[in-house]
């Protein structure tokens, strides 16, 4: 049996369906399903499912086992300021299921974020030491000290699950996202401000170095996202921190003009202002480097944002239900 916390989200969701396809027996973990999360479980065949706490109890009552635990479930609010709430959730939950893979053998494949590199004046090669980053949010900050806290503890020599690995997911977009709202992602936000004005609004840049659209994100379809995910637990890959992007940046105009070309329609892009709140942790440049992985093996060549945006336009169109209001 294999365990997905977070798998009502965005990622978890998606990891379900594709082992679910391939015929795994599948133990869900979420917080109570809400109508808007409830059909990213949808067509799933059978498996079980628990709440967070209720998961951490049946594990130390020996109740579950599971093979592996791929651990996607997080406060994913960029924009959160209760630090008690991320350091519960995504702090020290995290640190619990660590130290019950450690002393079970089991492996254990975690969300860490691009956000734990801040403003991308260090770079994004995930050979740096979180001790060397400093993110812009507190959400960044929450996953920057859980990967701080993993690597001190293989360093201390203390037990640590035999396999693991904390992935630094870039912007990633695709299926079964629409219950994220304001935090979905552009390509979302893009087809459903198009569908709803036949428009997209994009933000002025407030770099002099990028032109308003020219600001570049590491776009990652989720699928890649799912196949680092899988290779790194069925493969003999180093423990550590990976990037998990493309490695190649699309500016936002470029993306936009994808969903309108996705969708058979002229591009119709807009530009407003930035909110101040916004832009002072904005980041105009995200580029995965992602040396490490291939160099660990995995090597399959990334989708490319054309190819992606499409997929996900032809499966927005097709489900109808997963749209939200605007």
């Known amino acids: 049996m294999i365990a997905i916390t977070g798998a009502a989200g965005f990622i978890g969701s998606n990891l379900a369906h594709t082992l679910a396809a391939q015929g795994a027996s599948l133990l869900l973990v979420d917080d109570a399903i809400t109508p808007e999360k409830a059909g990213n479980l949808a067509s799933l065949p059978r498996f079980q499912f628990t709440r967070p706490e209720e998961f951490l109890n049946d594990l130390a009552a020996g109740f579950a086992r599971p093979e592996v635990i791929f651990h996607l479930g997080a406060c994913s609010d960029t924009t959160a300021t209760d630090w008690d709430y991320l350091r ?63 690597l001190a503890e293989v360093a201390a020599g203390r037990p640590q699950p035999p396999k693991w690995a904390g992935l630094k997911f870039f912007n990633v977009y695709g299926p079964r996202e629409s219950h994220k709202g304001r935090m979905a992602s552009v390509v979302f936000q893009t087809w459903r401000q198009v569908k709803a004005t036949g428009m997209m609004k994009l933000f002025r840049s407030t770099d002099a170095k990028y032109a308003d659209g020219g600001q570049v994100r590491d776009f990652v379809f989720v699928g890649d ?47 407003i202002d930035m909110p101040a709140d916004l832009a002072k942790q904005y980041q105009n440049f995200t580029c995965a480097d992602m040396t490490k992985l291939h ?24 489900n109808a239900a997963f749209r939200i209001a605007a």
Request: aromatic share 14%; charged share 15%; with cysteine.
């Open 88 to 150: 519960r959730n995504n702090i020290e939950y995290s640190q619990h299921l660590w130290r019950w893979c450690a002393t079970q053998g089991v492996p254990l494949l975690y969300a860490s974020s691009a956000a734990t590199y801040g403003d991308g004046s260090r770079g994004f090669d995930d050979r740096t030491p979180p001790a060397q980053l400093y993110p812009l949010n507190l959400y960044g900050k929450s996953k920057n000290d859980f990967d701080a806290w993993a």
């Open 225 to 271: 996202c799912v196949h680092h995910l899988l290779w790194l637990w069925r493969n003999d890959a180093p423990n550590g921190l990976y990037n998990s992007g493309t490695g190649t940046p699309r500016t936002f105009q470029e993306l936009a003009t994808a969903v309108f070309n996705a969708l058979g329609l002229p591009p119709r892009i807009e530009y």
């Open 295 to 318: 160099a660990a093996g995995c090597t399959l060549a990334a989708t490319t944002l054309e190819a992606g945006v499409w997929t996900t336009i032809q499966w927005l169109e097709e």
